[in-house]
């Protein structure tokens, strides 16, 4: 099927004129907001046929209601999550595991890898985390009194930190970093490069690992076995893909629009720094209010679904900053309520392919807002900068200058 062309079987009533790529609000803008103008979609209908909902331009159907949502993601009988969204930028067909693969293989890697992001495992992270919180904050107050916080914290924070997971050398965040910008913000030229970039690092990790093995990710996957085999080459490097890329730009990218709320309220910003017991429900509400990611699965067979006739083959569309903006799901949907509470949000993801480093996000976002809160004061947008959000496949933020003089 060419880009942009709606299937046959797609009635011409549900074809919708919005795109998490294209529509107004979605580019990279100076004070744009992505997310509310994401919130349109839930005053027309439920679902709906987007002809250009993907980085390629590949349509989609758009599933706008949360509980429809839930549906969708749990059903792995009808709806695949194996796209081989990061090797067709290689014009290859690999999973990245576990997150592109389905029951009961997906059962298999998931198991395996759970205990090395358990609760458990992020509570014995936790000193680190902190640690490295305190040292580029107290860096930052020590330096001036405004910084580009996306840079200079959020980024060498969130990303330190799963380096430090990975076993990866702290020297090269920045390299790192601009990888996963290339990968999943890039253009048509630079995505393919970084996606070769990366695959040929990962390879060579694992080639490293297996010869001398050590105590980090890599070591334990080129060691490990599923059903009494080791992994082989491919699965290895849809691992390593995975959990590289992953790690590389979410954590940071929601800590950057919770503190860009932050500078823009500064009366809720004030009652987190005077009653910090707040700050875990908040944070909550945050990634509720300003997730990043819209997963997208397979139809693997045909199915009317609420009046739509999604065919073998249609890709489908979850996002979390629809699901999350559902007034059938919140109360008053497009405000953030930092008391909110039974905060049922998507950001996650749902069923079986929930995200598998929730709690260790979740415990970065807090110990970061916490530690910036008790050593910042308060603190604004720079009069004269602009911060820039963007939609896409993983909505993102740059250019958030804060000012505390």
Same mark, same amino acid.
């Given at each position: 099927m060419a880009i942009n062309q709606v299937p046959d079987h797609v009635p011409p009533e549900m074809?919708?004129?919005?795109?998490?790529?294209?529509?107004?609000?979605?580019?990279?803008?100076?004070?744009?907001?992505?997310?509310?103008?994401?919130?349109?979609?839930?005053?027309?209908?439920?679902?709906?046929?987007?002809?250009?909902?993907?980085?390629?331009?590949?349509?989609?159907?758009?599933i706008t209601r949360a509980a429809d949502q839930r549906r969708v993601l749990q059903d792995t009988e009808t709806f695949s999550s194996h796209r081989s969204t990061f090797a067709s930028a290689l014009g290859e067909n690999w999973p990245m595991i576990p997150l592109e693969l389905d029951p009961?293989?997906?059962?298999?890697?998931?198991? =395996?890898?759970?205990?090395? !992001?358990?609760?458990? /495992?992020?509570?014995?992270?936790?000193?680190?985390? &902190?640690?490295?919180?305190?040292?580029?904050?107290?860096g930052i107050a020590a330096s001036g009194t405004s910084c580009d916080v996306m840079k200079d914290f959020a980024f060498p924070f969130a990303v330190n930190i799963? =380096?430090?997971?990975?076993? !990866?050398?702290?020297? /090269?965040?920045?390299?790192?970093?601009?990888?996963? &910008?290339?990968?999943?913000?890039?253009?048509d030229v630079r995505r393919p490069a970084a996606a070769r970039?990366?695959?040929?690092?990962?390879?060579?990790?694992?080639?490293m690992r297996r010869n001398r093995p050590v105590d980090d990710f890599m070591s334990f996957i080129v060691q490990a076995q599923v059903e009494g085999r080791r992994l082989t080459d491919e699965e290895v490097r849809g691992m390593g893909v995975l959990l590289f890329v992953a790690g590389l730009d979410t954590v940071a990218t929601a800590i950057g629009f919770d503190l860009a709320y932050l500078a823009r309220n500064i009366k809720d910003q004030d009652l987190l720094r005077s009653e910090p017991d707040r700050i875990v429900l908040a944070a909550e509400e945050l990634l509720r209010a300003y997730p990043s990611v819209q997963m997208v699965r397979v139809a693997i067979k045909d199915i009317d679904f609420e009046g739509a006739p999604i065919r073998k083959g249609d890709y489908v569309s979850c996002a979390a900053m629809i699901a999350n903006r559902d007034p059938a799901e919140f109360e008053s949907p497009n405000t953030v309520d930092l008391s909110r509470e039974a905060n049922r949000h998507a950001s996650f993801g749902y069923g079986?392919?929930?995200?598998?480093?929730?709690?260790?996000?979740?415990?970065?976002?807090?110990?970061?807002?916490?530690?910036?809160?008790?050593?910042?004061?308060?603190?604004?947008?720079?009069?004269?900068?602009?911060?820039?959000?963007?939609?896409?496949?993983?909505?993102?933020?740059?250019?958030?200058?804060?000012?505390?003089?």
């Open positions: 074809v919708g004129d919005f795109s998490l790529f294209t529509s107004p609000g979605m580019s990279p803008t100076p004070n744009g907001d992505p997310h509310a103008a994401v919130a349109c979609v839930h005053a027309g209908a439920p679902i709906f046929y987007s002809p250009c909902n993907t980085r390629p331009g590949r349509g989609t159907w758009v009961p293989a997906h059962r298999v890697f998931r198991s =395996l890898l759970n205990p090395l !992001l358990s609760p458990k /495992r992020v509570t014995e992270l936790e000193p680190t985390i &902190r640690e490295r919180a305190i040292t580029l904050i107290e799963f =380096l430090r997971f990975l076993g !990866l050398p702290e020297h /090269r965040l920045h390299t790192f970093v601009g990888w996963a &910008r290339d990968l999943l913000h890039g253009d970039t990366i695959v040929a690092f990962i390879d060579e990790l694992a080639a079986p392919h929930r995200c598998l480093g929730s709690h260790l996000a979740r415990r970065e976002i807090v110990i970061g807002l916490e530690e910036w809160l008790a050593r910042i004061p308060a603190f604004r947008i720079k009069e004269g900068t602009a911060p820039v959000a963007y939609g896409g496949h993983v909505f993102g933020i740059e250019n958030l200058i804060l000012d505390w003089s």
